[in-house]
């Protein structure tokens, strides 16, 4: 059987990711291991600590500020973000100062928002529409 481990999304500053991912999004630090100039630094879900690493990792490569420049450029989130009310995890990241690139909209089935995640990328919140 096949599971995702790590994931990754590509970050202008590690420090300020961790800050983010952590003390705003909520996220619990999994590793943090020193490489040089960087660190391998992955974050966990406090549900879930021993499910899928998000890798935080450094966009140095050309290939990956292109990758994420146009992404951030088009509005394409990078990844969906799982949260059991969209509406509430809005409210309460906009008290934190999180910038919203959408608030939450109904898209069919589910309520979707669209958060800048101070790093160059958009992240998107995703939820079932409540019954």
């Not at 934190?96 to 089935?109: K, N, W």
């Amino acid at each position: 059987m096949i599971r995702i481990g790590v994931t990754s999304v590509f970050v202008d500053d590690q420090a300020k990711a961790e800050g983010f991912y952590i003390d705003t999004l909520g996220f619990v630090l999994k590793d943090k291991v020193p490489l040089g100039a960087y660190d391998w630094v992955t974050v966990v879900s406090p549900a879930d600590v021993n499910g899928t690493q998000l890798l935080l990792e450094p966009d140095q490569h050309p290939a990956a500020k292109a990758y994420k420049t146009a992404l951030y450029a088009e509005g394409i989130p990078v990844m969906s973000l799982a949260v059991d009310d969209v509406e509430e995890e809005h409210r309460r990241l906009e008290i934190l100062g999180v910038r919203f690139q959408q608030p939450p909209t109904v898209m069919g089935p589910v309520v979707t928002a669209v958060l800048d995640d101070t790093c160059g990328n958009l992240l998107q919140l995703v939820a079932p529409v409540k019954p």
